[in-house]
């Protein structure tokens, strides 16, 4: 697709996506998002779990999954029964004609399809191959199942998530399987760039955990060097504060960060009370951590006297990070993300108003942006183009392998 006149990043790049449920297919989403041409193979008849996954939506031609709609966007969609010889084979012919191919199987189950990297390799030496697992393709724990929720709780995030006197808390959404393919698409791209570089492909291999415990700032550091466990602290932020949730006086939730000492001048002066920031109490970050209990209540207490509205009015003029806590509803009718395109509407002939919504995509590009082509097909509608067009397998063979149950 031509953007004034330059394509896409990833015009040109072919992706055979061999993965299921959300890991692997968001990777591929990613890079399908900016141009890339994503293959993506289902089993035959029952498709991809995640197509029954979710609330199911009513369309003109029966129930579709508003996740699949999502994550399948800008994808062609094909059938191949991995478990066939044949199959095995045929997947082997994609390969011959991908730039990168995507999975999320447990270690070892393509090697038993003949299916790994040196049957790959050797019939595309410039493939690079991603694969993302639980634990990664070594170790001890590599023949472990692995889901999101395992990596984030082995990841170090979940202890640390929720209050102190209560259990370990998850996240509301898929936040191991959705920063392991952030880390597979980034590393799809490096391995890409080698590639191109050196004639050569090689295997990029992202662990969900791992994935996970990248994300825990210096806490490793800290343990390490000083003893220091970091526990579940609720809505507090022990490395700087003030920086919390607080209640106004109409029932809403904002989030307010006054952390840094010329914001959290800032702050004391939008409050009315400037003198706080001579106090011994809150000079400076160490010391408001070490007061963060009397602080918060002393912010609690200015929110608790205003409205949403008039708080974050105050917050903004005074140049202090803040912003209400949203809910879903709130965040698709709020007008910085309609201005940024992140509601996005894509045509839908199924949908009863012939429009799907889905979040926009991220990150903005200003020459070579990426572009939703369509929301998630239905099973098997790029068969006969792909197979056809790519390996050029006529009608009589698509209906034979169709027969047969490999496609």
Do not use: C
């Amino acid at each position: 697709m031509l953007m004034g006149n330059r394509q896409q990043p990833l015009a040109g790049v072919r992706v055979l996506e061999l993965g299921s449920f959300v890991a692997a297919p968001l990777a591929a989403r990613i890079l399908a998002d900016f141009g890339a041409d994503v293959m993506k193979v289902e089993p035959p008849r029952r498709g991809d779990e995640l197509r029954e996954w979710g609330t199911m939506l009513s369309t003109k031609t029966g129930k579709v999954s508003a996740w699949w709609l999502a994550q399948s966007r800008n994808k062609r969609l094909i059938t191949l029964d991995l478990h066939q010889p044949e199959g095995q084979k045929l997947a082997l012919r994609l390969v011959e004609h991908a730039d990168i191919v995507i999975e999320n199987f447990r270690p070892g189950r393509l090697e038993s399809w003949n299916l790994g990297y040196e049957q790959m390799r050797a019939v595309n030496p410039r493939v690079v191959f991603v694969r993302i697992s639980g634990f990664g393709q070594s170790g001890p724990y590599r023949g472990r199942a692995g889901y999101g929720n395992v990596g984030e709780s082995m990841g170090g995030v979940r202890y640390v998530t929720g209050f102190p006197d209560r259990s370990p808390v998850r996240i509301g959404v898929s936040l191991g399987d959705a920063v392991a393919a952030q880390q597979a698409a980034f590393g799809a791209m490096l391995a890409l760039r080698a590639s191109e570089r050196d004639g050569e492909g090689q295997v990029v291999d992202v662990a969900i955990t791992e994935s996970v415990f990248a994300l825990t700032e210096a806490m490793l550091t800290e343990y390490k060097h000083a003893g220091i466990v970091r526990e579940r602290m609720g809505n507090s932020m022990l490395r700087a504060a003030p920086s919390n949730v607080y209640q106004t006086g109409d029932g809403h939730w904002l989030a307010i960060g006054g952390n840094g000492e010329n914001v959290f001048r800032r702050l004391a002066q939008a409050m009315g009370q400037p003198t706080l920031v001579e106090d011994e109490r809150f000079r400076d970050n160490r010391t408001r951590v070490a007061h963060h209990r009397e602080l918060d209540e002393i912010v609690g207490n200015w929110v608790a006297a205003f409205s949403l509205d008039q708080a974050q009015a105050r917050l903004d003029e005074a140049g202090v990070p803040a912003g209400p806590v949203m809910s879903i509803a709130d965040i698709a009718a709020d007008e910085q993300y309609l201005a940024r395109g992140m509601i996005a509407g894509v045509p839908d002939e199924r949908m009863p108003e012939g429009v799907t919504y889905m979040t926009g995509i991220v990150p903005h590009l200003t020459e070579t942006p990426g572009a939703i082509t369509h929301s998630g097909g239905n099973l098997g509608a790029d068969n006969a183009a792909i197979y056809g067009e790519l390996l050029g397998l006529n009608k009589a063979e698509l209906e034979r392998l169709e027969a047969e149950g490999v496609i």
